[in-house]
């Protein structure tokens, strides 16, 4: 090696940082590096491999134990992602890789390029009936503000994270760690946040969510309504009256239209509430990480006294979360006053029932992004055209090579699942944005008429051939073309 060679300095253009990098070392992003004085790419490109007939046993997804057998590989089984093929960046550069192919016999395009995205974020949806925090409640990570908590869904609570006012609109630290948390959600790894006025909480795609500690099992069966309306026919002939303890709606069996049905006599029960529908309660207790996701641990804290002309000593009451978690069985006295008593038999199998029809709780990551600028122009010369050609579902578009779903409107805004992406699928640059694997097939007459970059075409075996590759998995529950073993290649072969 000479003099010469240590001293060079290479000029990354991927991305707007520009970094100028010395002789062995990496960019400020550590995907690109200074190899032998020539840019190159540090990790891998991921190359998916389809099945071959049906019926084949397929091996699982990234499941390190499986390495390439060093066999040759047929080109026509393979689709080439976006995972390590490079960025765009700046404009007038075509796509790191436009590959054709032929596919059931039609001739067809795949552009793979990793887009650099600014306006992105992330969508949680957590599994659980605790509260995490009010909506609208800042979400903190590290201490720095990286999103909000966002409307609840059912038996879920929502995260909205990211987004351009936190990467860029804010301070440099806010940035630095918003871009750090979201690309540790998009990899599949475990983050700490901070909800203002709320709970701590490890969010990790694919895992239960531990909240303040306790990691959560189940997610509630349905609303304390909802709950009613399923078990009241199994416990009808065993207690006089049930209430399902909900944040949302608390439901009691001897008012609700599932008990008149069964003929359940009014218990003369008083719920402290605000009363919907016969049967169903609002604004029981306030929000919390107790009984059916309310700040209480003594469930009797939410009843008034009994009704004299209805109640009768001896009578029974069941107490119930909506996951089964917490459970509580009461018989009146003289005086009409609850007193707990150990659950009978055959109440514990109804209360196994709603636990054994919860679902369990996962935390669900979705990235969602705005594919505009460079990106599309790296497809097309005319970049209004692939956002037409996605929208009359000429193009089909895939992140890594799973399934997206594409909002309807302006421009290509698409989310993705990320635990159907290959393993490491994001990487960053320091402006700092996000950068996330994007890959547009098509038939190649279509790719031509919308103005496409033809002189890069290159073909698949050629791509193929151009290094080594090796096995790492596949993911057996997607469609294609993840539905497919995997290849990756780079520098490390």
């Given at each position: 090696?000479?003099?010469?060679?240590?001293?060079?300095?290479?000029?990354?253009?991927?991305?707007?940082?520009?970094?100028?990098?010395?002789?062995?070392?990496?960019?400020?992003?550590?995907?690109?590096?200074?190899?032998?004085?020539?840019?190159?790419?540090?990790?891998?490109?991921?190359?998916?491999?389809?099945?071959?007939?049906?019926?084949?046993?397929?091996?699982?997804?990234?499941?390190?134990e499986h390495e390439w057998s060093g066999d040759i590989v047929l080109a026509d089984q393979h689709f080439v992602t976006a995972v390590g093929a490079g960025t765009t960046y700046p404009d007038y550069k075509p796509a790191p890789f436009i590959v054709s192919s032929e596919v059931n016999g039609i001739d067809m395009v795949t552009v793979v390029t990793e887009g650099i995205f600014s306006y992105c974020g992330v969508k949680i949806k957590i599994d659980t009936d605790?509260?995490?925090?009010?909506?609208?409640?800042?979400?903190?990570?590290?201490?720095?503000?990286?999103?909000?908590?966002?409307?609840?869904?059912?038996?879920?609570?929502?995260?909205?994270?990211?987004?351009?006012?936190?990467?860029?609109?804010?301070?440099?630290?806010?940035?630095?760690?918003?871009?750090?948390?979201?690309?540790?959600?998009?990899?599949?790894?475990?983050?700490?946040?901070?909800?203002?006025?709320?709970?701590?909480?490890?969010?990790?795609?694919?895992?239960?969510?531990?909240?303040?500690?306790?990691?959560?099992?189940?997610?509630?069966?349905?609303?304390?309504?909802?709950?009613?309306?399923?078990?009241?026919?199994?416990?009808?002939?065993?207690?006089?009256?049930?209430?399902?303890?909900?944040?949302?709606?608390?439901?009691?069996?001897?008012?609700?239209?599932?008990?008149?049905?069964?003929?359940?006599?009014?218990?003369?029960?008083?719920?402290?509430?605000?009363?919907?529908?016969?049967?169903?309660?609002?604004?029981?207790?306030?929000?919390?990480?107790?009984?059916?996701?309310?700040?209480?641990?003594?469930?009797?804290?939410?009843?008034?006294?009994?009704?004299?002309?209805?109640?009768?000593?001896?009578?029974?009451?069941?107490?119930?979360?909506?996951?089964?978690?917490?459970?509580?069985?009461?018989?009146?006295?003289?005086?009409?006053?609850?007193?707990?008593?150990?659950?009978?038999?055959?109440?514990?199998?109804?209360?196994?029932?709603?636990?054994?029809?919860?679902?369990?709780?996962?935390?669900?990551?979705?990235?969602?992004?705005?594919?505009?600028?460079?990106?599309?122009?790296?497809?097309?010369?005319?970049?209004?055209?692939?956002?037409?050609?996605?929208?009359d579902t000429l193009t089909h578009v895939t992140s890594g090579g799973a399934d997206v779903f594409i909002w309807p409107g302006g421009g290509i805004t698409y989310m993705v699942d990320v635990t159907t992406m290959p393993e490491n699928s994001f990487g960053y640059v320091p402006t700092p944005a996000l950068v996330a694997p994007i890959e547009f097939s098509m038939r190649l007459d279509d790719y031509q008429a919308l103005g496409g970059h033809m002189d890069s075409?290159?073909?698949?075996?050629?791509?193929?051939?151009?290094?080594?590759?090796?096995?790492?998995?596949?993911?057996?529950?997607?469609?294609?073309?993840?539905?497919?073993?995997?290849?990756?290649?780079?520098?490390?072969?």
């Amino acid at each position: 090696m000479t003099e010469q060679e240590k001293n060079s300095v290479v000029q990354c253009d991927a991305c707007p940082v520009r970094c100028r990098i010395k002789f062995g070392r990496a960019g400020a992003c550590d995907r690109y590096a200074n190899l032998d004085g020539e840019l190159a790419r540090v990790d891998p490109l991921v190359i998916v491999e389809r099945a071959k007939k049906d019926g084949e046993k397929l091996i699982p997804f990234l499941s390190k134990e499986h390495e390439w057998s060093g066999d040759i590989v047929l080109a026509d089984q393979h689709f080439v992602t976006a995972v390590g093929a490079g960025t765009t960046y700046p404009d007038y550069k075509p796509a790191p890789f436009i590959v054709s192919s032929e596919v059931n016999g039609i001739d067809m395009v795949t552009v793979v390029t990793e887009g650099i995205f600014s306006y992105c974020g992330v969508k949680i949806k957590i599994d659980t009936d605790r509260h995490l925090g009010h909506e609208q409640a800042t979400v903190r990570c590290e201490g720095e503000a990286v999103g909000h908590v966002t409307t609840g869904e059912y038996g879920s609570q929502m995260l909205s994270l990211g987004g351009v006012e936190h990467l860029t609109g804010g301070s440099k630290k806010e940035g630095r760690v918003t871009c750090q948390c979201l690309l540790d959600l998009c990899n599949g790894q475990a983050v700490t946040l901070n909800v203002d006025d709320g709970v701590e909480i490890v969010v990790q795609a694919g895992q239960p969510p531990i909240i303040n500690g306790v990691k959560e099992e189940r997610m509630r069966v349905g609303c304390g309504s909802a709950t009613i309306g399923m078990f009241a026919k199994q416990w009808r002939d065993h207690v006089d009256d049930v209430v399902v303890v909900d944040d949302h709606i608390t439901g009691v069996m001897s008012e609700h239209q599932a008990g008149k049905l069964l003929d359940v006599e009014p218990s003369g029960i008083v719920i402290k509430g605000r009363r919907s529908t016969p049967g169903r309660y609002f604004q029981v207790a306030n929000p919390g990480t107790g009984w059916g996701g309310t700040d209480i641990d003594d469930p009797l804290s939410i009843l008034g006294d009994f009704k004299e002309k209805e109640a009768k000593p001896g009578q029974s009451l069941l107490m119930v979360s909506t996951t089964g978690e917490h459970f509580g069985y009461f018989e009146l006295d003289d005086t009409l006053k609850p007193v707990e008593k150990e659950l009978p038999d055959e109440l514990k199998a109804s209360v196994m029932r709603i636990q054994e029809n919860c679902e369990p709780a996962m935390c669900s990551v979705m990235f969602i992004g705005g594919a505009g600028g460079s990106l599309r122009a790296g497809v097309t010369e005319n970049p209004v055209k692939l956002t037409k050609s996605v929208k009359d579902t000429l193009t089909h578009v895939t992140s890594g090579g799973a399934d997206v779903f594409i909002w309807p409107g302006g421009g290509i805004t698409y989310m993705v699942d990320v635990t159907t992406m290959p393993e490491n699928s994001f990487g960053y640059v320091p402006t700092p944005a996000l950068v996330a694997p994007i890959e547009f097939s098509m038939r190649l007459d279509d790719y031509q008429a919308l103005g496409g970059h033809m002189d890069s075409v290159q073909k698949l075996e050629d791509v193929l051939a151009a290094t080594k590759i090796r096995q790492v998995g596949q993911n057996q529950e997607a469609s294609w073309p993840m539905a497919s073993k995997h290849y990756e290649w780079g520098p490390e072969g």
